[in-house]
Every structure is written in C-alpha cells, then in structure tokens.
C-alpha cells in the first residue's frame, strides 16, 4: 500500500494562490491514479480533481474547474494541486488519495489510500 503525505495548505487571502503537493512513498505512483477531495466543517468529503497514472487524463469538479490544475510528477512520486483565484468557499482540509490501477475517479470508495489532509484557509 502507498503512503501518502500532503503539504502546502495554509492562510491566504481571497483571491490568492497555494500549491498543495502530495508525497507518496512505498510504491511508485505509477500504478495509481490520483485524486484531490477536500472537506469542510460539518459537510461530507467532496471530490476536487482526479489525474490518470499518466497524466493525460484529468477531471475537475464544476466548482474548481478553470481555478484549480491537477498534475503528477511520477519521477518524483508526487501530486500537485495549483488553486489559483482562491475563495472563502474554498476552506476545507485538503485530502490526497490513490486509486490502485484506475483511471480517476468522482467516488471516494474508489481509492485506496489516503493522506492525513492539510488545512487551506481563504479569508474574505
């Protein structure tokens, strides 16, 4: 099973930008997909993006879609999330997630692994 650890959240203003990278370790990246969810206070998780184990295939929730870019270096065994034009609706713990041999997926039951989650905070 892959290990994975998430860092980059943080305080920002409205408006500002965070890249949030996950760090795998104990398998190669290369026999998962990845995904990004986050969760609010008192709301369920919610799916963000998703990438194919190459790259070549990304998905976005409508909400962050044309704000947010999912993208993997599988050199590095890292995902990244750039969110740009950040807003206060954006506040959630930020959770990273592997999908063993999978494509990227909506569905949260669908991953096998997940990160303990960093904090994204937007102020108004």
């Known amino acids: 099973q892959v290990q994975l650890v998430e860092s980059g959240g943080g305080l920002v203003q409205a408006g500002g930008s965070l890249r949030l990278s996950c760090a795998a370790s104990g398998r190669t990246l290369r026999l998962y997909a990845m995904g990004w969810f986050r969760q609010a206070p008192g709301k369920e998780r919610e799916f963000v993006a998703a990438?194919?184990?190459?790259?070549?295939?990304?998905y976005y929730a409508d909400s962050v879609k044309g704000r947010f870019t999912i993208s993997r270096d599988n050199a590095k065994n890292t995902v990244y999330l750039q969110m740009t034009s950040l807003k206060p609706e954006d506040t959630a713990v930020y959770y990273c997630?592997?999908?063993?041999?999978?494509?990227?997926?909506?569905?949260?039951?669908?991953?096998?692994?997940w990160g303990q989650g960093t904090q994204v905070t937007v102020s108004s």
């Open positions: 990438i194919n184990w190459s790259g070549t295939s990304t």
């Open positions: 997630a592997a999908e063993h041999l999978g494509g990227g997926s909506y569905y949260p039951t669908r991953y096998d692994s």
